[in-house]
């Protein structure tokens, strides 16, 4: 790195002439260093002092938040988990079962012949509730004891989605289903965790004997002799214990027979002759229909409790990790074995269960312990360094070795996952609640922000309301926790992030890949990085206190003013970074450009742009070496420049600043 010194207006005048003889002739942002004295004003650049710093965006003034319901009206799933049970009297209404109330809005579609937990099962009276009388429910649909749709329409939808995948399915996607059938649910859903997949399963002393299909299922249905999610405490001899437990415990008051038992909806293949159940899964066609019904799956609601708790101890593949839960609950239908509904109904009481485990039950107090576990033994055990490193690795496979790469296909699966292409049949747009307990589901991959921040990132990331099954009064089903993990969906009151380099992982750097709306400013504090990835169009303005701001996409930082009062902002983009209002830096602050041989990274500002000395530090990406004597566009506004760099650099080359009244460009020489 070099850097020269400007010796009066001797030397800018000729830079300036040399710009005004190349400037329509340059390559690419070119880059050097130079620490030079305040020009004349009467030079007409704008380098006088009559003007004022601007102050920061104002923002409106307020936070967002997202409270939890009145509990007296609304009692929260988390504190009445336990009464998810069957055989018990007490708990055999859709008001006294938590687990059967949460899953409540199918009653908008189908009306079960009794409403209450008694398909094949009975309960005394006990504490002034009445006895429960067995049904006589028989599960074949038609039959008189059936109960009554109540929206032809999705049931009907329901249905033929499982018949036309179910007759279109690929000899491939057989096999997965099969897989997912009968092994373990723990081991189909670490499969999400790609390059670490091994080693988890290693660690976790995880097994299967289900490879492949069976040439004969006839007489076993579920015979997997492996361990499912691998042994856990002191018999683990890897040190992963706790992380196994925590795993194994998720599913504490997660029985989804009480909801089985209550809907008393048929499986799909009960429902049409036409859905084709996988050969080899043919014994699982139950001979007792009356305890065998398909609404809410147990398959996909282990899965995303299995996959939630894995990924709250390996943050690095949280969403792949829910991705491949949501796979595991169409693999379910892909079998013939349930229907869309029955997959939407298992996710949403997997989603909550995992956070009473979490909040209430044993692993609220394991949970800590099971993270630093899984990140200290997996970091060991891979040879890297911290948990930057883990990231890394943990996405360092294509889509050949790793399936579960493609963010933007991942993020679109999920989304289909959560609603299956049903039309809305409540309104829409409704508010959204946020379920007490849920900001758990993202301790571990948002650890830097606050239990009310994440709360609100819930609220702001949530699906629309009036799709099937969904509108649970709670929330849960309306959750849509891979946008989560991509940080806030809109700022409706303004958000300061604190991130601690030194605490590592998330805090040291994190990215946002949602397309960010609302009103609201952004505060980055603390000495972290923060990557802003998504098309932003909040309009409250962005500042940067401490740490580093970085924008990788053209609009990461909305449509207001960008205010650098500290640290770093810096473009990291593939073409310009537009700051629609103005742009402020002060001293003891840095604006670092990623450039190429495109000019990538160069700034368009709206309004004015104000210097009070800071840092230009302009870095060559990998592989890019400037053509020397090129003029680099640096910044361009209408508005006008006022101040100037204390300072530039530019990494291994000499360049000269030239400022003009609009722009300032960057003279490359030897």
Same mark, same amino acid.
């Given at each position: ?8 207006? *001797? ?85 006294? +079962? ?5 899953? *409540? ?45 109540? +929206? ?70 579920? +015979?997997? /002799? ?52 996988? !050969? ?12 065998? /019904? ?62 009473? *485990? ?37 996405? *360092? ?12 296909? +991942? ?14 049949? /409540? ?7 946020? !379920? ?220 000269? !600043? ?13």
């Amino acid at each position: 790195m070099y850097s020269i010194f400007a010796r009066g207006q *001797s030397r800018v005048g000729m830079a300036v002439s040399l710009a005004l003889l190349s400037v329509g002739a340059y390559s690419a942002p070119t880059v050097a260093a130079e620490r030079f004295a305040p020009l004349s004003a009467n030079f007409g650049i704008g380098g006088g002092n009559d003007w004022s710093v601007p102050a920061p965006p104002s923002g409106v003034g307020y936070a967002d938040s997202a409270p939890v319901a009145d509990e007296a009206t609304l009692r929260p799933f988390v504190d009445y988990a336990y009464t998810n049970q069957r055989g018990v009297a007490c708990y055999a209404t859709l008001d006294g +079962n938590a687990g059967v109330r949460v899953v *409540s809005g199918f009653l908008a579609i189908w009306q079960p012949s009794t409403l209450l937990v008694d398909a094949g099962v009975s309960a005394p009276a006990q504490n002034g509730c009445p006895a429960v009388i067995t049904s006589t429910w028989t599960g074949i649909p038609g039959d008189f004891t059936d109960g009554t749709v109540l +929206n032809q329409n999705v049931h009907h939808m329901n249905v033929q989605y499982v018949i036309t995948v179910t007759n279109n399915r690929t000899s491939a996607q057989e096999l997965a289903a099969y897989l997912d059938d009968r092994r373990g649910k723990g081991y189909s859903v670490s499969d999400g965790m790609g390059p670490l997949t091994e080693v988890y399963r290693t660690l976790a002393e995880q097994t299967t004997t289900i490879m492949s299909i069976a040439s004969d299922a006839t007489t076993v249905l579920y +015979n997997d /002799g492996g361990n499912n999610v691998g042994v856990g405490s002191s018999a683990n001899t890897h040190n992963f214990g706790t992380v196994v437990d925590l795993v194994s415990n998720i599913g504490e008051n997660g029985s989804t027979e009480p909801a089985k038992r209550f809907y008393k909806y048929a499986r799909p293949w009960r429902w049409s002759t036409s859905v084709k159940v996988v !050969p080899a899964l043919l014994p699982a066609e139950s001979a007792t229909p009356g305890t065998d /019904g398909g609404y809410i799956s147990g398959h996909e609601a282990e899965a995303m409790r299995d996959a939630i708790s894995m990924a709250y101890a390996v943050p690095q593949r949280f969403q792949e990790l829910l991705v491949r839960a949501g796979e595991l609950g169409e693999n379910r239908i892909l079998a013939g074995m349930h229907s869309p509904l029955d997959v939407i109904g298992g996710r949403l009481l997997g989603e909550a269960v995992a956070a009473a *485990s979490l909040n209430t039950g044993g692993n609220s107090s394991r949970k800590a312990a099971a993270y630093a576990q899984a990140q200290s033994t997996l970091i060991a055990a891979t040879g890297v360094s911290d948990a930057a490193g883990l990231q890394a690795l943990a996405h *360092s496979q294509g889509v050949h070795s790793d399936r579960f790469a493609d963010h933007a296909r +991942n993020k679109a699966n999920y989304l289909h996952y959560l609603t299956y292409g049903f039309t809305q049949i /409540g309104a829409k747009n409704q508010p959204v609640n946020v !379920p007490k307990g849920a900001e758990t589901l993202l301790e571990t991959r948002l650890p830097y922000l606050s239990a009310d921040q994440r709360r609100v990132v819930l609220k702001t990331t949530a699906i629309d309301s009036g799709y099937p099954v969904t509108d649970d009064a709670e929330g849960w089903g309306r959750l849509n926790l891979f946008a989560a993990a991509d940080g806030y969906g809109a700022f409706n009151g303004d958000v300061t992030v604190s991130m601690d380099a030194s605490a590592g992982g998330f805090n040291a750097v994190d990215t946002w890949q949602n397309d960010i709306a609302g009103v609201g400013k952004l505060t980055k504090q603390g000495s972290g990085t923060l990557q802003l990835k998504g098309r932003n169009h909040y309009s409250g303005g962005t500042e940067v206190q401490a740490g580093v701001l970085e924008a990788d996409s053209e609009t990461a930082f909305g449509t207001g003013d960008v205010y650098v009062s500290g640290g770093t902002l810096s473009s990291n983009v593939s073409d310009t970074l537009h700051v629609f209002g103005k742009y402020t830096q002060l001293s003891n602050t840095t604006l670092e450009l990623n450039t190429d041989a495109r000019c990538a990274g160069r700034v368009q500002v709206g309004g004015y742009v104000t210097l009070a000395g800071g840092k230009l530090h302009v870095k060559l990406k990998s592989g890019f070496k400037p053509r020397l004597g090129a003029i680099v566009n640096v910044i361009d506004t209408p508005a006008g420049i006022r101040g100037r760099f204390a300072s530039i650099t530019v990494d291994g080359y000499r360049a000269v !600043p030239i400022y003009t009244r609009n722009s300032l460009y960057l003279l490359v020489t030897p």
